[in-house]
């Protein structure tokens, strides 16, 4: 009998669609799937492959090429999969173009012996691929030569459509507060009222150059760059004079003047700041001369490295990213030999400045880059059961050319969050960055900026969403000077237009009443002459009351 698999994995439902896998639950014995090294057995509804004579040998399927180039979108996954013994398994696409093979890993899990899992992912062919493409061949492969079941196998197209509208449902229900502003005396409902939101509570953010803010702090004159920045963001974070290979080029030699004015024309123009990182645990990341030093002189080291640079960064950096990329990388356990030295930096940046939030942070989460998604939870339980002190996830979401997928992003960060009790931030955000899509208009990555924002912005998880550059090589938003392209206009649409409550109106009855999103705003009271006869900020968090009383021929309002 087949295995019943509801194609439900934690909070996602796979909608039926167009299927690129023919058989995939393997009703019609094995064709059209076909054996390489191996022999293929149907038994009980799935397919158990056995005898494989090396790791790449198993079952695979040529997939229509003609119907791959009409889905110019996100593609999804699932499947059920038991092992003979524990393995790590790949999800592999090998494709021939101009006479050429290329091999691409499309997803990678570890698989427990003798136990059914039920697997999903996302994938997007990139876009140059696909054009021109001779024959796409998809086939599994493991660590080992042993044995699997596979079942329920279904690829095709993500859902580009209805997940829309209950992101908008969400983003009303907990980004938006009621407002009601009552108005007392003489002349309540001849007044109009001129409601302007002038900030975002939610934080939106970029990386910046340090260099090129400070300049324009000495200057006391904001270029288009810093003009841009302050304009349409009020998160910053530094690209690299944070980093420690920046800051302490020589040991004892530290260089913070660009740093410095990043801060404080950050303060001036009221842009909140991260920090990035104090260390990376990638071992080519650090100073050239710590990678000399002795167990007890790094360990030395790294804690001036942490002791001097949070102080520095005091009261101004509200976040910092701890230990950068630790997933696969352990550079600092190693070299000071101290299994537990992870716990003692951590501890060491709470001790501090108890009151910063402590970021871990890593990349190929969303996109489960050889099985990056899994890996980072196993991190995090390890990191929380050892008593590791830290506040929040970090995933950088350096996209590549993978398309949203929006309900399984929905799926990665909740899960994290369910699993953690922890926020989550976006903290570094590109798409195409690499330049792997040839997209000179940039009319692609604006389609992605728009549902990766909106996906994001609408999750109760998220906190706070930060890109990583607005002007650079590839997926860039604004041309060399400053004007934006397609896919600027998008993200200035939502943060300008749709995500800000801007609205005229009258009081009825003495009484006006509307929804608007959370932050700062400004009420000017009119005249119907249009003239002012009131003015008055206040910010939007939870459900206001305003109470606006005439005194004289003119309002003062009060919350």
Same mark, same amino acid.
């Given at each position: ?46 397919? *158990? ?30 499947? +059920? ?15 021939t173009k101009n006479g050429k093979r290329v091999w691409n890993n499309i997803a990678q899990w570890k698989i427990q012996a003798n136990k ?10 990139? &876009? ?13 492969? +493991? ?69 090129k803010l400070s300049k324009c702090l000495a200057n006391n004159k904001d270029s288009a760059y810093c003009k841009f920045i302050k304009d ?43 920090? *990035? ?25 790294? &804690? ?14 509200? $976040? ?77 979401? $350096?996209?590549? *050319? ?155 309002? +009060?919350?």
């Amino acid at each position: 009998m087949a295995r019943i698999i509801p194609l439900v994995l934690g909070i996602i439902t796979v909608a039926v669609g167009q299927q690129i896998v023919e058989n995939g639950d393997f009703s019609e014995g094995l064709s059209p799937w076909k054996k390489n090294g191996c022999k293929a057995e149907i038994q009980d509804g799935a397919v *158990h492959v056995i005898d494989r004579d090396h790791r790449y040998a198993g079952i695979y399927q040529m997939l229509d090429v003609e119907l791959l180039k009409k889905m110019d979108m996100a593609l999804r996954m699932s499947f +059920s999969v038991k092992a003979d013994k524990d393995m790590e398994m790949n999800m592999q696409i090998r494709y021939t173009k101009n006479g050429k093979r290329v091999w691409n890993n499309i997803a990678q899990w570890k698989i427990q012996a003798n136990k059914w899992e039920d697997l999903m992912f996302t994938y997007s062919f990139p &876009y140059d691929v696909i054009t021109g493409v001779e024959d796409v061949k998809f086939y599994t492969d +493991s660590d080992v030569a042993a044995g699997y079941w596979l079942d329920n196998v279904v690829f095709e197209p993500a859902d580009d459509e209805t997940w829309r509208d209950e992101a908008n449902k969400r983003i009303d229900k907990l980004r938006k507060r009621d407002v009601r502003i009552r108005v007392e005396g003489n002349r309540t409902d001849d007044l109009t009222l001129d409601i302007k939101q002038v900030n975002h509570a939610y934080p939106f953010g970029t990386c910046v150059e340090a260099g090129k803010l400070s300049k324009c702090l000495a200057n006391n004159k904001d270029s288009a760059y810093c003009k841009f920045i302050k304009d349409n963001y009020n998160w910053i974070v530094d690209v690299y004079t944070t980093k420690w290979y920046y800051m302490e080029p020589e040991q004892g030699s530290w260089r913070t003047e660009q740093q410095d004015g990043m801060i404080e024309w950050a303060n001036r123009n009221g842009l909140k700041l991260r920090g *990035h990182t104090l260390l990376w645990a990638k071992e080519e990341k650090n100073p050239w001369w710590v990678k000399k030093l002795g167990p007890e002189e790094f360990i030395k080291a790294v &804690y001036n490295r942490l002791d001097k640079t949070t102080k520095w960064g005091a009261p101004s950096t509200l $976040h910092w990213d701890v230990n950068n990329e630790m997933i696969n990388h352990h550079f600092y356990e190693e070299r000071s030999e101290d299994p537990d030295f992870r716990k003692k930096i951590f501890q060491r940046v709470r001790d501090s400045v108890p009151n910063v939030t402590l970021f871990v942070n890593d990349y190929g989460i969303l996109n489960n880059m050889f099985n990056r998604f899994v890996l980072y939870q196993e991190q995090i339980r390890d990191m929380q059961a050892d008593g590791v002190q830290f506040d929040a996830i970090g995933i950088q979401s $350096h996209l590549g *050319h993978t398309r949203v997928d929006a309900e399984y992003f929905k799926y990665v960060v909740e899960t994290l969050h369910n699993q953690s009790g922890l926020p989550v931030w976006i903290t570094e955000f590109d798409w195409n960055g690499q330049g792997t899509v040839k997209d000179k208009r940039q009319q692609i990555n604006a389609k992605q900026i728009e549902d990766f924002y909106r996906i994001m912005f609408s999750l109760e998880a998220v906190e706070g969403i930060l890109m990583w550059g607005f002007q650079k090589a590839n997926g860039a938003m604004v041309n060399k000077n400053m004007k934006p392209n397609a896919a600027g206009k998008a993200y200035l649409k939502l943060y300008h237009e749709e995500w800000r409550t801007n609205e005229v109106g009258t009081p009825t009855n003495g009484e006006y009443t509307f929804r608007g999103f959370r932050g700062d705003y400004v009420v000017k009271v009119l005249a119907d002459d249009g003239s002012s006869i009131g003015k008055f900020k206040f910010t939007l968090d939870e459900d206001k009351e305003i109470v606006c009383t005439e005194q004289g021929g003119d309002f003062t309002c +009060s919350a």
